[in-house]
């Protein structure tokens, strides 16, 4: 996710979900985080994404499937946080804060949004790591150490023009640009099993032939 889309996202997020309750945190995938919020007026949907690939932060209008025991990153959060109080860009990366209450205080969840690093880490007060999605032992990421800002990465030229449509908010953009990387990747997919489904079935189908062939010899046997 190139700065320039994640600032207008942020800009778009702070007067949407600044003050919302978390009224449910689930993790349909590895990577991959939804939180359900209600800010008074409406429900909202805040996807985070810290694949290497597409990491990302906005929200969303999809659903997803959630495992029936979340995983153990989920159940943290779930303990931690009640209420984001507020959401802003940091250190001119792409390194997202969301300022939160819970439970057990305040506290800092840290959205890296930069790539095969991304990474989601929770911060107590005091700005020290509680735990992390992914955890570093021996590296950056230690839970009881201070948390520190990564190096900053250049970022690879993109082909895409990601804000070249007007008529969307700044979420939307994100999700209809990622949307359409997923369907195509779906497609790639489908294909790519019923060439493997096709050769398994040419393998089956000779098995059986020769099966039944063997079948046939043994027919005279007492």
């Not at 985070?48 to 029936?68: G, K, M, W």
């Not at 959205?111 to 700005?127: F, R, Y």
Request: charged share 25%; glycine share 6%; with cysteine.
């Amino acid at each position: 996710m190139k700065i320039e889309l994640l600032q207008n996202v942020i800009a778009e997020l702070a007067g949407q979900i600044s003050g919302a309750r978390i009224a449910k945190i689930h993790q349909p995938a590895a990577e991959l985080f939804v939180f359900k919020l209600w800010t008074g007026q409406e429900n909202l949907r805040l996807l985070v994404a810290a694949t290497a690939q597409e990491s990302r932060i906005h929200l969303t209008e999809q659903s997803f499937p959630n495992p029936f025991t979340p995983p153990r990153f989920c159940q943290l959060l779930r303990a931690r946080l009640s209420r984001i109080i507020g959401i802003r860009q940091l250190n001119d990366d792409r390194i997202v804060e969301l300022s939160c209450q819970g439970p057990k205080g305040d506290c800092t969840l840290i959205v890296e949004l930069i790539g095969k690093s991304s990474n989601l880490i929770l911060l107590d007060v005091e700005g020290q790591i509680i735990d992390a999605l992914k955890r570093q032992p021996g590296g950056r990421i230690v839970p009881g150490n201070s948390y520190t800002f990564p190096e900053k990465v250049a970022q690879p030229a993109s082909a895409k023009n990601e804000l070249n449509n007007d008529d969307l908010m700044a979420c939307e953009v994100v999700e209809k640009l990622y949307s359409e990387d997923s369907a195509v990747k779906v497609a790639d997919l489908k294909s790519r099993l019923e060439k493997l489904l096709g050769r398994e079935l040419k393998k089956l189908a000779r098995r059986v032939k020769n099966i039944q062939r063997e079948q046939g010899r043994q027919q005279d046997f007492e």
